[in-house]
């Protein structure tokens, strides 16, 4: 899997923070990430009836579709606690295959550094 990398904010990216968004951030006050959302590799769910599933090439077009037209999408940490907070927004996604031959979720998220400059950090360093 391809970890998340901090990307340059270019009049492209800018184009798409804005089509999602319909305002603009302060462009100094975010950092801007491009990462795998997920993928089609067999789920790990032991003693499931998801266990060995697979998400469908439709379900990852749908997703990238919903972030085409607005759809608004948090971006946050402790996903599986239930009580995250927020730290940005996903505002853009790809539907691809990736070198293995796997279909997989592509996104773009943006992080607000001003309540969260250490989270961006940690996930420069990996």
Known sequence: MVMPKRIEI?????????ANMGSEPNWEQIAVFEMTAVTSLPLNKKWSIFDQAQITAETFEEAAQCLATGGFVPFHTLHQQGYEI?????FYGESQV?????????????????AHEDLANKIDNG
């Open 10 to 18: 270019t009049d492209d990216i800018k184009a798409k923070v804005l």
């Open 86 to 90: 927020p730290v940005g927004r996903v």
């Open 98 to 114: 990736n070198p293995k031959g796997f279909n997989e979720l592509r996104v773009l998220a943006f992080i607000d550094l001003t």
